[in-house]
Structure formats: C-alpha cells, structure tokens
C-alpha cells in the first residue's frame, strides 16, 4: 500500500484518498479531529517542527521500568511501580508541530525516535536544559527540519504521562519522503522538445526547395550571358 502512493503525484493522491478508506491512509491534518479511534493509527504528510513555546525535551523515568515521574532533577525515587528505590533516567519527550496546506496540529515525540529526529541523546539533551539550565537550540533544528517533507503516524494516545493529559497525539514513526519530480513536468517538457526539434527541420525543407527553384532560374541566365 505504501509503494503505490509514493509513485502517485501529491495532487492525485490529497483527492483520491478522501474517498477511499484504506489501512494506510493519509489524513489531512484537519481531517485528525474526526478520527476518535485510540486503537488504529494513521498518517499524515507534511512539516515537522518544533513548536515557540518553552520545553524541556525530556522526562524522568524509572531506571527499571520507565514509570515517569514528575521531577526535573535526577534522583533516587521510590518507584510506585516497582515499589523499590530506584534512579530516575531522562527519557526523550517533546512536543513538535505537524504542518500540511489544511493545517497544523500537534503531537508528542518520545525515546530513541525524539533523540533521532534531533540528533542527541536524552542524557545529552538532560544535560543542555535540565543540568546547565539553558534553552533547547530549537531554531536551529528546526532549520534543520525545514523544507523536508514526512510521512507521519500517529495515533491518539489513551495514557497519561505527567506532563499531559489523555486524548493527546503521539508520533509513532516517521519517514523522510524524498523530493521528486513529478511525472506530468516530465511529460510535458519532452513533448516540447519534440516539437522543437521538428519545426527546425521543416523550416530548411523550406529554404532548401527555394534554393533549388531559384538555382535553375540563375543557371540559364549565366548561360545566356556566358
Ligand atoms: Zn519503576
């Protein structure tokens, strides 16, 4: 399912899609607030970015079973899951904006997919706004993150983590889309080129029989005067 919509065109698939309900299909973002489902997940295409307002980035969880705990220092907790005492480890966690042309909403990025999409390490990102205190080079990712175009799934989360409340979006996965061409552009500049090519050759058939017509006119004259 996936390969048959990357050979398709942009603008053929946004029409195609909303009539047909697939497994795969591609929301529009303002198409998201209809799907109530917590159980399926479903794509989006557009723009990731990192949204203006203030984050941490990160989490602190349990060492051992990643209950996260509202704090924003490492620590040794008593874990209520585990019922032991246990080291709090900063777990990757933040908010990004998705971007398409019906609008923009957002969702949350967590673990190893946050720490790819931003090139850092929880421990790295920990160290930047939790033990030096300073803000998250968020302008710099997002220039990063600018002009690329993702294929997004997502799905409305059922659970709770300290920082927000049920029925917000998580990010499940994401897949740079690369930039392509689109087969209509191609198309219609080789068939140009083929009429451009033609017309040169009529044009000397022209020249070339008037040449000729004229040649046999001159000739008897030179005679003549010769
Ligand atoms: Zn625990």
Same mark, same amino acid.
């Given at each position: 399912m996936l390969i048959k919509y990357t050979v398709k065109s942009p603008a053929e698939s946004a029409s195609s899609l909303n009539l047909v309900a697939i497994d795969d299909e591609i929301l529009s973002v303002s198409a998201?607030? /209809?799907? /109530?489902?917590?159980?399926e997940s479903f794509y989006v295409e557009g723009e990731i970015s990192l949204p203006g307002h203030f984050q941490r980035f990160y989490l602190l969880g349990c060492s051992?079973?990643?209950?996260? @705990?509202?704090?924003k220092i490492k620590r040794e907790i008593q874990c209520i899951n585990c019922r032991l005492s246990r080291m709090l480890i900063p777990r990757c966690h933040f908010e990004v904006e998705i971007t398409d042309e019906t609008g923009t909403i957002t969702a949350t990025m967590s673990e190893g997919l946050g720490e790819r999409i931003l090139s850092m390490t929880a421990e790295q990102i920990y160290d930047i /706004?939790? @033990?030096?205190n300073e803000l998250f080079p968020a302008a710099h990712n997002n220039q990063l993150l600018a002009d690329k175009l993702f294929r997004v799934q997502l799905q409305w989360s059922s659970s709770r983590t300290p920082d927000k409340n049920a029925g917000s979006l998580v990010l499940l996965s994401y897949t740079e889309k690369p930039t392509m061409f689109l087969p209509e552009d191609s198309t219609s500049v080789s068939g140009a080129d083929r009429i451009m090519e033609e017309e040169p050759i009529l044009v000397t058939d022209a020249k070339a029989t008037k040449k000729q017509k004229r040649e046999p006119s001159t000739l008897p004259k030179r005679l003549r005067y010769g």
């Open positions: 998201i607030a /209809t799907q /109530t489902s917590t159980a051992e079973c990643n209950h996260l @705990v509202r704090s /706004t939790g @033990v030096k």
